[in-house]
């Protein structure tokens, strides 16, 4: 059971940005990381410390977060941007990781 | 370039215990974390827990009484055992590196995983 909330499904045209929301008492409490899964493939560190990103990751990828929310931010949208996106944070009180269900991005 | 690799057998019976080996290459065991993460078929992803090169562990409390994750650092190797598996355990597993920092503001510690295996498939049946 996910702890933290996303949008089950965004959608937006190519070349045009989107937003995926990440919602969750704990994100109020420690840093963010959001993950990229490309259809049939493993996930990939796309945000790290809610808003840094890791060598090879184009900064038409963004994190951000306020209070209890993160966002994550792609501009530019390709049709290779189409995958499920999941943020993730650290349960310091119960040792656990804490994920969101993932959001399905569809680029039209 | 870090490279990881999940094996173990790919189906086991209700009830059985669900092994798993992560192979490290490229790189050292002997720093940051180790995980396991799992998706069940057409769902997301679920942290299993992880653990240091030190053999210091933690767990989702959900699997806890199940779960074991041990190191092998001779071998550059860490694993994963499930018992009493059910239907429900059926999922890709994947081992990741993670990497553990400190939230200055809040004195609190923090993961993310910057390298993941391909993922192994397992079924119980």
């Known amino acids: 059971q996910s702890v933290l909330t996303q949008p089950p499904s965004v959608s937006a045209a190519p070349g045009q940005k989107v937003t995926i929301s990440c919602s969750g008492s704990n994100i109020g409490d420690n840093y963010i990381s959001w993950y990229q899964q490309l259809p049939g493939t493993a996930p990939k560190l796309l945000i790290y410390e809610n808003t840094r990103r890791p060598s090879g990751i184009p900064d038409r990828f963004s994190g951000s977060r306020s209070g209890t929310s993160a966002t994550l931010g792609i501009t530019g949208l390709q049709t290779g941007d189409e995958a499920d996106y999941y943020c993730v944070t650290w349960d310091n009180s119960l040792s656990t990781g804490v994920l969101g269900g993932g959001t399905r991005l569809t680029v039209l | 370039q870090m490279q990881l690799q999940e094996s173990g057998p790919g189906l086991v019976k209700p009830s059985e215990t669900l092994s798993l080996i992560c192979t490290v290459s490229?790189?050292?065991?002997?720093?940051?974390?180790w995980s396991w993460i799992r998706q069940p078929p057409g769902k997301g992803l679920e942290w299993i827990g992880h653990?240091?090169?030190?053999?210091?562990?933690d767990y989702n409390p959900s699997l806890k009484s199940r779960v074991t994750i041990s190191v092998d650092t001779s071998k550059k190797q860490f694993s994963l055992k499930m018992t009493s598996v059910t239907a429900e355990d059926t999922a890709v597993y994947y081992c990741?590196?993670?990497?553990?920092?400190?939230?200055?503001?809040?004195?609190?510690?923090?993961?993310?995983?910057?390298?993941w295996g391909k993922g192994t498939t397992f079924t119980v049946s």
């Open positions: 490229g790189g050292s065991i002997s720093t940051s974390y």
């Open positions: 990741a590196r993670a990497i553990r920092g400190v939230n200055p503001s809040r004195n609190l510690y923090y993961y993310h995983m910057d390298v």
């Open positions: 653990i240091s090169y030190s053999g210091y562990t």
